[in-house]
């Protein structure tokens, strides 16, 4: 006779006899396992959870037992542990910011000052005036050739310096143009161009970029500085804006003059206005009285005309970009900022 199970039963070691089950226990262990798959689950993933919740403490209370440092309170671990994960990006993001900058290497700056946005399909037809958003006093014609000029002018004297570098100043000024940037525009003109068959065109090409922030010419300058220092890690020997001859005064006398920057490492080269833009001189003594009256353009008609030219918020350079110049970037006086500045002699 078969030995009777009333139970699970093992094997005597040595037996023949298999593991069995009655009928009646087999189905009950069947309905068991059924009914507690989900606290099953539920168990498993609570184990998890506990283990990512220890692992940390533990990892965090090893390396300070090994440094030395003790953990006075729970509280004080538990907060450390949290500070892990944080710490971690807050270490990723410092290690990004600590990357070298991509033009070390450059020492003089080249500005092209932008004057409008590009809105056209096209940008081998810069020269047109329909494929750029204009203001009433541009709308006549010569002034998108003007523009063109002024890039093929920038890549012209940064062909010549191969430790130049060539920046594209202005940003998103014009609601109706859309968010893309005056300096982007100009950049894309120039590549469109072939950098205007430039004999060592790759070159400038690896040694041109944009500043996006500009909302003035005295941005342009002030802008084009710390973006120089981003890109680079230090302020330029040189300079050289490539603008408007009408705006020569503006820039050597009052722009350079608020920024305390050397007149002798500062140059100016520029194309004269479009014939049929008249007016042009009136508006520039106008501007120019402006900025003798408020040279860091932060009032007035100066600041109201700034502001306008900002429709989708994009707001001035961040000090952070270029902490020696931040006195500089919050000053709003009449008067000449007197705090320090790494290129001026004291």
Same mark, same amino acid.
């Given at each position: 006779?078969?030995?009777?199970?009333?139970?699970?039963?093992?094997?005597?070691?040595?037996?023949?006899?298999?593991?069995?089950?009655?009928?009646?226990?087999?189905?009950?262990?069947?309905?068991?396992?059924?009914?507690?798959?989900?606290?099953?689950?539920?168990?498993?993933?609570?184990?998890?959870?506990?283990?990512?919740?220890?692992?940390?403490?533990?990892?965090?209370?090893?390396?300070?037992?090994?440094?030395?440092?003790?953990?006075?309170?729970?509280?004080?671990?538990?907060?450390?542990?949290?500070?892990?994960?944080?710490?971690?990006?807050?270490?990723?993001?410092?290690?990004?910011?600590?990357?070298?900058?991509?033009?070390?290497?450059?020492?003089?700056?080249?500005?092209?000052?932008?004057?409008?946005?590009?809105?056209?399909?096209?940008?081998?037809?810069?020269?047109?005036?329909?494929?750029?958003?204009?203001?009433?006093?541009?709308?006549?014609?010569? %002034?998108?050739?003007?523009?063109?000029?002024?890039?093929?002018?920038?890549?012209? %004297?940064?062909?010549?310096?191969?430790?130049?570098?060539?920046?594209?100043?202005?940003?998103?000024?014009?609601?109706?143009?859309?968010?893309?940037?005056?300096?982007?525009?100009?950049?894309?003109?120039?590549?469109?161009?072939?950098?205007?068959?430039?004999?060592?065109?790759?070159?400038?090409?690896?040694?041109?970029?944009?500043?996006?922030?500009?909302?003035?010419?005295?941005?342009?300058?002030?802008?084009?500085?710390?973006?120089?220092?981003?890109?680079?890690?230090?302020?330029? %020997?040189?300079?050289?804006?490539?603008?408007?001859?009408?705006?020569?005064?503006?820039?050597?006398?009052?722009?350079?003059?608020?920024?305390?920057?050397?007149?002798?490492?500062?140059?100016?080269?520029?194309?004269?206005?479009?014939?049929?833009?008249?007016?042009?001189? %009136?508006?520039?003594?106008?501007?120019?009285?402006?900025?003798?009256?408020?040279?860091?353009?932060?009032?007035?008609?100066?600041?109201?005309?700034?502001?306008?030219?900002?429709?989708?918020?994009?707001?001035?350079?961040?000090?952070?970009?270029?902490?020696?110049?931040?006195?500089?970037?919050?000053?709003?006086?009449?008067?000449?900022?007197?705090?320090?500045?790494?290129?001026?002699?004291?």
């Amino acid at each position: 006779m078969l030995p009777a199970y009333n139970d699970m039963h093992h094997r005597h070691g040595g037996s023949a006899w298999p593991l069995r089950m009655s009928p009646g226990h087999m189905a009950t262990a069947m309905g068991m396992t059924t009914r507690q798959r989900k606290s099953l689950l539920k168990n498993v993933l609570q184990g998890v959870l506990l283990l990512c919740v220890l692992l940390p403490l533990w990892l965090l209370f090893s390396a300070n037992h090994s440094e030395g440092v003790s953990q006075t309170s729970g509280a004080a671990v538990l907060a450390g542990a949290t500070g892990l994960f944080s710490g971690a990006g807050k270490r990723g993001r410092k290690m990004m910011d600590q990357l070298p900058p991509p033009a070390a290497h450059l020492k003089n700056l080249i500005l092209v000052a932008g004057h409008a946005v590009f809105v056209g399909t096209d940008y081998h037809a810069a020269q047109y005036e329909s494929s750029w958003f204009l203001e009433e006093y541009q709308k006549v014609p010569g %002034e998108a050739q003007s523009f063109v000029d002024h890039i093929a002018l920038g890549v012209k %004297e940064a062909s010549r310096d191969p430790t130049a570098m060539l920046l594209f100043s202005g940003g998103q000024t014009r609601r109706a143009a859309g968010p893309r940037s005056e300096g982007l525009s100009y950049w894309v003109v120039a590549e469109a161009a072939s950098w205007f068959n430039a004999s060592n065109a790759d070159s400038v090409r690896n040694r041109t970029f944009t500043e996006e922030h500009a909302r003035d010419s005295f941005e342009n300058l002030l802008f084009s500085l710390c973006r120089f220092y981003e890109l680079t890690g230090h302020y330029p %020997e040189h300079i050289t804006v490539v603008s408007y001859t009408l705006k020569r005064d503006r820039f050597t006398s009052l722009h350079r003059a608020a920024l305390r920057w050397p007149v002798a490492n500062f140059d100016f080269v520029g194309t004269p206005v479009p014939p049929a833009a008249q007016g042009a001189q %009136e508006g520039e003594a106008r501007t120019v009285a402006a900025f003798k009256q408020d040279p860091y353009g932060c009032s007035g008609d100066l600041l109201n005309k700034k502001l306008g030219r900002d429709p989708f918020a994009v707001g001035p350079i961040h000090p952070s970009r270029c902490p020696e110049m931040k006195g500089l970037l919050q000053h709003c006086s009449p008067y000449m900022f007197e705090g320090r500045l790494p290129w001026a002699k004291e």
